[in-house]
């Protein structure tokens, strides 16, 4: 018994060493105002795997979480949350997932979900037509994704 505690202890110590144990569920926060920036997520870009969820929590109300049309990987339904609720996502198709808030998309209330590391859509989600602030916002998360 005592040598297989030691087996399996040496296995976690080894995935998490590596890298491969990774936490499954991200929390993003919707937020009026985070790090001197005003109509923001607390996270702008998440990366997550397969079958992960990620949960975005109404910390301040008025905002929400919407899928940009044009850019999620092809087969996304549509996917807008309810104003000032606490809304979550399971991600089953990988590639990068642009989302905002549709009140604020035009100050630049923008993420992106990347999922599996596939950045497969990468031309899609530089071609979509992102307003106001977020034009600018997109190009530099853009820029860090690739």
């Known amino acids: 018994m ?19 144990v990774r936490a499954a569920d991200v929390t993003v926060e919707m937020l009026n105002k985070f790090e001197k920036e005003f109509m923001v997520y607390s996270k702008k870009i998440v990366r997550v795997d397969i079958g992960d969820t990620v949960f975005w929590k109404s910390i301040n109300p008025g905002h929400n979480v919407e899928f940009i049309k044009g850019a999620v990987p092809e087969d996304v339904d549509k996917f807008k949350s309810k104003i000032s609720s606490d809304t979550e996502y399971k991600f089953t198709i990988p590639g ?14 923008i993420g ?9 859509n990468m031309p899609a989600i530089t071609k979509v037509r992102y307003l ?11 820029e860090k994704i690739s």
Do not use: E
């Not at 005592?2 to 491969?20: D, E, K, P, S, W």
């Open 96 to 109: 990068i997932y642009a989302y905002w808030c549709t009140p604020h998309k035009s100050m630049g209330m």
């Open 132 to 142: 106001g602030k977020s034009k600018k916002i997109a190009k530099q998360l853009i």
């Open 112 to 120: 992106f979900v990347i999922v599996g590391n596939d950045l497969s």
């Open 2 to 20: 005592r040598y297989i505690l030691t087996l399996l202890t040496a296995y976690f110590i080894l995935m998490v060493g590596t890298g491969l």
